[in-house]
C-alpha cells in the first residue's frame, strides 16, 4: 500500500452567516471561536488545512465560494471534512462543498455562550446546524454528527477521533487494489466472490498473478540477493525460536520479498493467495509465516484466495489508523468450558508481533505436512475486534464484533481463545451469513470506527453485534 493511505488529511470548512451585527452573528466573535477550535485540533495533533486561502477571515458565508473550496482541497489531497459552525452558518455553502468533494462530512458547532446582561446572544450555531442537516440531506450529502459541545467535553475528542478513523477506512476501501496468486484451493467454494461486482460496485480492483510469474521472482531473488536473504535469517533466528532448516528460512525470506517485491510494483493494498499444493510446491515450503510476516509490516496476505477477506483485513487495520497490529483467523471452536469464548485459530500464518510476551514465539511445520514454515504461538492478550466483508446475491453487509482474550488450552499453529459478550447470538449471526469462518481481527475496540464508515459505503450495510447498532449509535452521541 501506497503510505500516502495510510495518512488522513481533514478540512476544516469554518462557516458563519453572512451578517455582522453587533452581538449577533458578530464577525469577530465568529473568528475567536474560529481561533478556539484551531488551537484545540493543533493541540490534538490533527493534520488539517484550513480556509485561510479563501478570505481575511478563513471563513466560509457565501454559498457561491463553494466551488472554490472543493477545488483548493482536492488540490491539496483532503479526505474528509470538519465542518464546524462559528455561528449559525451558511447551509448552502456546506451542502455545496460535501457534494462536490464526495468525503466523509462532520457536522459540529461550539456549543453557544449563555446570552449577555442585556439578553444578546451572539451565534445561535446550534440553530444553524438544524438548518444544514436539512440540506445535506436535501443535496444527497451523508454526514456524521457530532453533539454539539464544548472543545473540553470529552465528546468531542471521542467522536473526532472515531471520525477520522472512519474515513481512514473509508479512504483505505475506495479504489483498494487486492492481489490475487493463484487460484482458490478446490474445496473452498466458500470463498468464492463476484470479482466484477466489487470493481462495479464498490472499486475494488482484482490484480492477479501466476503461480508462474511468482516463481520466476522467487528464484531469481533465491540466485540474487543472498546477502539480503541472509541477513533476514539471521533476524528470523534472533526474533524466533526455530529449529527448521536455513534452507527452508532462506525460502522463507525469497518467497517474502517476491511477493513484497509485486505488491509494490502494483500499488497493492493486501493480497489473496494460493496457499496448498502449487504454491508449497513451487517455493519448497509452507507459505504461512512468511503471509504473516507480510501482514505485520501493514500488507495484510490472507491465505486460501480469499479476497472479501483481504478486504475485511485491510478494512480492520484502517480502522486503528494503521497503528495495531492485527491477524487473520479460522472462527474453529468452542471454548471447552466458557461458553461465550471461542478458538481464533489458523495453520500458522499470525504474525510475529501479535505473539504473547509470555514465551519466545516459534517457527516450525505445519499441522498436515509437517513442512516448514510456520508460526506457532499463542497471541498477545487483550481486546479485539473481528470483522468480516462479504455478500450474497447482491446483498453485503460488515459484521463487526468485540471482544477479550480469555485463557484455553494450547494447540498447534497460531491461536488464541477470546469471549464475546453472547457468543450464540454471534455464532448464529455468522451462519445465517453471509459470513464464512475467517475473518480479520485487530488488537482494538473498532466497532464504532467501522460502523460509522459503512455510512459513507454505498451498498455496504453495517451488521454489528456485541455491541449492537443501538450501543454504538448511543456512543457516538
Not at 471534512?81 to 451558511?90: D, I, K, M, W, Y
Not at 491477524?327 to 478458538?343: G, Q, V
Not at 510475529?352 to 492478550?381: H, L, Q, W, Y
Request: glycine share 6%; hydrophobic share 40%.
Amino acid at each position: 500500500m501506497n503510505d500516502s493511505k495510510k495518512k488522513l488529511l481533514l478540512g476544516v470548512v469554518y462557516t458563519r452567516r453572512n451578517l455582522d451585527g453587533p452581538v449577533f452573528c458578530n464577525h469577530g466573535i465568529a473568528q475567536q471561536k474560529k481561533n478556539l477550535i484551531e488551537a484545540r485540533l493543533k493541540e490534538l495533533n490533527i493534520e488539517f488545512v484550513n480556509l485561510d486561502f479563501l478570505n481575511e477571515e478563513g471563513i466560509i458565508f457565501d454559498g457561491l465560494d463553494a466551488h472554490k473550496v472543493a477545488r483548493h482541497f482536492t488540490e491539496k489531497g483532503v479526505d474528509a471534512l470538519f465542518c464546524p459552525h462559528v455561528n449559525f452558518g451558511t447551509e448552502d455553502a456546506i451542502a455545496k462543498i460535501g457534494k462536490l468533494m464526495q468525503k466523509p462530512l462532520l457536522l459540529w458547532a461550539l456549543r453557544d455562550d449563555a446570552p449577555d446582561a442585556e439578553g444578546n446572544r451572539a451565534t445561535d450555531s446550534q440553530c444553524g446546524l438544524f438548518a444544514t442537516s436539512k440540506v445535506l440531506q436535501q443535496f444527497g450529502v451523508p454526514f456524521s454528527y457530532m453533539t454539539n459541545c464544548t472543545l473540553s467535553d470529552p465528546t468531542f475528542e471521542r467522536v473526532l477521533s472515531n471520525f477520522l478513523a472512519a474515513s481512514q477506512v473509508v479512504k483505505s476501501f475506495r479504489g483498494m487494489r487486492v492481489g490475487q496468486i493463484g487460484t482458490r484451493p478446490d474445496p473452498f467454494w466458500s470463498v468464492k466472490c463476484n470479482e466484477l461486482q466489487l470493481l462495479e460496485r464498490f472499486g475494488i480492483e482484482v490484480v492477479p498473478q501466476t503461480m508462474i510469474d511468482l516463481q520466476n521472482c522467487f528464484e531469481d531473488i533465491l540466485k540474487t540477493e543472498q546477502s539480503a536473504l541472509e541477513k533476514e535469517v539471521a533476524r528470523f533466528q534472533s526474533e524466533f525460536k526455530t529449529s527448521v532448516s536455513v534452507d527452508a528460512l532462506t525460502r522463507t525470506s525469497a518467497l517474502k520479498r517476491a511477493i513484497r517485491k509485486w505488491a509494490d510494483e502494483m500499488e497493492l493494498d493486501a493480497v489473496a493467495s494460493s496457499c496448498w499444493g502449487p504454491m508449497r510446491q513451487m517455493a519448497g515450503i509452507a507459505s504461512c509465516f512468511t503471509f504473516g510476516e507480510l501482514t505485520g509490516e501493514n500488507l495484510p496476505v490472507c491465505c486460501e484466495t480469499d479476497i472479501n477477506g483481504a478486504i475485511s483485513s485491510v478494512m480492520s487495520r484502517a480502522a486503528t489508523r494503521w497503528q495495531k497490529p492485527g491477524f487473520f483467523p479460522d472462527i474453529t471452536m468452542r471454548h471447552p468450558t466458557n461458553d461465550n469464548a471461542e478458538l481464533l485459530w489458523h495453520c500458522g500464518v499470525f504474525p510475529g508481533n501479535t505473539a504473547t510476551k509470555e514465551c519466545k514465539p516459534e517457527i516450525g511445520c505445519n499441522f498436515d505436512e509437517d513442512r516448514p514454515t510456520v508460526s506457532n504461538f499463542k497471541v498477545e492478550s487483550g481486546d479485539i475486534t473481528i470483522c468480516r466483508f462479504d455478500g450474497i446475491q447482491d446483498n453485503y453487509q460488515l459484521l463487526m464484533a468485540q471482544g477479550k482474550s480469555v485463557d484455553g488450552p494450547m494447540t498447534k499453529g497460531s491461536y488464541g481463545w477470546f469471549e464475546f459478550e453472547n457468543w450464540p447470538q454471534l455464532e448464529h449471526k455468522l451462519i445465517y451469513g453471509p459470513y464464512i469462518h475467517h475473518c480479520a481481527a485487530v488488537y482494538a475496540k473498532v466497532s464504532p470506527v467501522l460502523f460509522e464508515a459503512c455510512r459513507y459505503i454505498p451498498g455496504l450495510q453495517a451488521d454489528p453485534i456485541s455491541p449492537g447498532s443501538q450501543a454504538l449509535e448511543a456512543f457516538l452521541i
